[in-house]
Nanobody
Framework: QVQVVESGGDLVQPGGSLRLSCAAS????????MGWYRQAPGKQRELVAT???????NYADSVKGRFTISRDVAGNMVYLQMNSLKPEDTAVYYC??????????WGQGTQVTVSS
């Protein structure tokens, strides 16, 4: 099994920056891709960014050029650097861990609020 814990969510003004962190523990050797999703009130959960074990990245169009996903060498930490934040970025951000086989795992989420 894999345990997933996010951190770093906060209240920030428009134009500001935040860095989210996600730590996976347990059977980390089984981890393949990792990613970030978000869910705003009344909306479906949506993909923000993903990163493979090899380091290939993918971003939602809405965050390209503003957000950067990265991963540590050990492969069990993933980060989301968010710059030029907008009110529409307000959401609960979830870390997603995909294994080579077996079920994927979600963290409990961390709240990001962009407001003046």
């Amino acid at each position: 099994q894999v345990q997933v814990v996010e951190s770093g969510g906060d209240l920030v003004q428009p134009g500001g920056s935040l860095r989210l962190s996600c730590a996976a523990s347990g059977s980390i050797y089984s981890i393949n891709d990792m990613g970030w999703y978000r869910q705003a009130p009344g909306k479906q959960r949506e993909l923000v960014a993903t990163i493979t074990r090899a380091g290939s990245t993918n971003y939602a169009d809405s965050v390209k050029g503003r957000f950067t996903i990265s991963r540590d060498v050990a492969g069990n930490m993933v980060y989301l650097q968010m710059n030029s934040l907008k009110p529409e970025d307000t959401a609960v951000y979830y870390c997603h861990v995909i294994r080579f086989s077996g079920p994927a795992y979600w963290g409990q989420g961390t709240q990001v609020t962009v407001s003046s």
